[in-house]
């Protein structure tokens, strides 16, 4: 059995629930709004947010509707960030296909973003949970602080792993432990064992995006980005992180002078690649990452007897594995 298809047996029906309500909270009356919101449902990626807001639910009780809801909530959120990135990165394609701004512009998809986010918000309201709402709000935040951050250090030139990770668990890992939060609290039980899987999100979250990054040193169509696109925008990822700290002086200097360019050459960008590689930094990514996997599985082998446990599982083991 495919291994997708493995994590969704727990919550296969209420996932269907979940994409006909998606779809009915995002419907308007305005031809170019829902042209824009067809094509973006139909290129929608795995999932994996509501599911793992579904799982959890799952995994200490029963899937409300207050779930369903929360579900969209995280699913609306998480879209809209990714519509906004592409925006504010100038980047267009998006799992492989075009993005929203490149197919119609910048100002149709900001506006498409910001009509996500405020469905998020209308979803999180129908929860009637303060501490859901209160979640989700502040997720919204560290998604926005996250992506700042990143910025910032890309504008000011901070290369250090501290910074990296602080930025990840904010742009990425607080996305996963909302959803497992949300998830766990739309049950209608409380359990002390929330704070396992809450431990499991946030090292899932810092896995995903250790494989994101080491993604964009490699070229793969498959992937659906631009090779060497977070350096192009400034972002100095794992790989190359390590790989500075890892080489002479000289060689350190000159590289940092390199990214200190308002724009790169795609010789420059391909040479920034290969240095990464040259001087361990896939590898040293790569054993972070499974760091963290271990860090996961260890987290959640209390729940070894539930049905969701093997879910739970597999997603970490495919967040690793996947190929884009």
Same mark, same amino acid.
């Given at each position: 059995?495919?291994?997708?298809?493995?994590?969704?047996?727990?919550?296969?029906?209420?996932?269907?629930?979940?994409?006909?309500?998606?779809?009915?909270?995002?419907?308007?009356?305005?031809?170019?709004?829902?042209?824009?919101?067809?094509?973006?449902?139909?290129?929608?990626?795995?999932?994996?947010?509501?599911?793992?807001?579904?799982?959890?639910?799952?995994?200490?009780?029963?899937?409300?509707?207050?779930?369903?809801?929360?579900?969209?909530?995280?699913?609306?959120?998480?879209?809209?960030?990714?519509?906004?990135?592409?925006?504010?990165?100038?980047?267009?394609?998006?799992?492989?296909?075009?993005?929203?701004?490149?197919?119609?512009?910048?100002?149709?998809?900001?506006?498409?973003?910001?009509?996500?986010?405020?469905?998020?918000?209308?979803?999180?309201?129908?929860?009637?949970?303060?501490? %859901?709402?209160?979640?989700?709000?502040? $997720?919204?935040?560290?998604?926005?602080?996250?992506?700042?951050?990143? $910025?910032?250090?890309?504008?000011?030139?901070?290369?250090?792993?501290?910074?990296?990770?602080?930025?990840?668990?904010?742009?990425?890992?607080?996305?996963?432990?909302?959803?497992?939060?949300?998830?766990?609290?739309?049950?209608?039980?409380?359990?002390?064992?929330?704070?396992?899987?809450?431990?499991?999100?946030?090292?899932?979250?810092?896995?995903?995006?250790?494989?994101?990054?080491?993604?964009?040193?490699?070229?793969?169509?498959?992937?659906?980005?631009?090779?060497?696109?977070?350096?192009?925008?400034?972002?100095?990822?794992?790989?190359?992180?390590?790989?500075?700290?890892?080489?002479?002086?000289?060689?350190?200097?000159?590289?940092?002078? $390199?990214?200190?360019?308002?724009?790169?050459?795609?010789?420059?960008?391909?040479?920034?690649?290969?240095?990464?590689?040259?001087?361990?930094?896939?590898?040293?990514?790569?054993?972070?990452?499974?760091?963290?996997?271990?860090?996961?599985?260890?987290? %959640?082998? %209390?729940?070894?007897?539930?049905?969701?446990?093997?879910?739970?599982?597999?997603?970490?083991?495919?967040?690793?594995?996947r190929k884009k």
């Amino acid at each position: 059995m495919d291994i997708l298809v493995e994590i969704k047996q727990p919550i296969r029906q209420e996932l269907d629930l979940l994409n006909r309500a998606l779809a009915q909270e995002l419907a308007s009356t305005n031809q170019l709004l829902n042209s824009v919101v067809d094509y973006y449902l139909s290129t929608k990626g795995k999932q994996m947010r509501p599911i793992l807001v579904l799982l959890a639910a799952r995994l200490f009780g029963e899937i409300r509707q207050e779930t369903i809801d929360a579900a969209l909530s995280i699913e609306l959120l998480h879209n809209a960030s990714l519509i906004h990135d592409d925006v504010v990165d100038a980047t267009f394609q998006r799992r492989g296909k075009e993005s929203v701004n490149a197919i119609w512009d910048n100002r149709i998809a900001v506006l498409v973003g910001d009509f996500f986010v405020s469905t998020a918000l209308k979803c999180s309201l129908s929860t009637n949970d303060i501490e %859901i709402i209160s979640t989700l709000s502040q $997720l919204g935040r560290d998604l926005a602080w996250g992506e700042i951050e990143q $910025l910032d250090n890309a504008r000011r030139k901070i290369l250090s792993e501290e910074a990296y990770f602080e930025v990840i668990n904010k742009k990425t890992a607080s996305l996963f432990v909302a959803c497992m939060k949300v998830g766990a609290r739309s049950s209608g039980k409380s359990d002390e064992r929330v704070k396992h899987i809450l431990s499991f999100g946030e090292k899932l979250g810092m896995c995903f995006q250790i494989k994101d990054d080491i993604f964009d040193y490699f070229n793969d169509p498959a992937i659906g980005k631009p090779t060497g696109n977070d350096i192009r925008e400034g972002k100095v990822t794992l790989p190359l992180i390590y790989a500075l700290s890892q080489t002479d002086d000289a060689t350190r200097k000159h590289y940092t002078v $390199l990214l200190e360019k308002i724009h790169l050459t795609n010789d420059e960008i391909h040479s920034l690649i290969e240095f990464a590689k040259a001087n361990g930094g896939i590898e040293y990514a790569e054993k972070v990452m499974y760091r963290f996997r271990d860090e996961a599985l260890q987290a %959640i082998e %209390i729940f070894k007897e539930s049905p969701v446990y093997p879910s739970l599982k597999n997603i970490l083991q495919y967040t690793i594995e996947r190929k884009k």
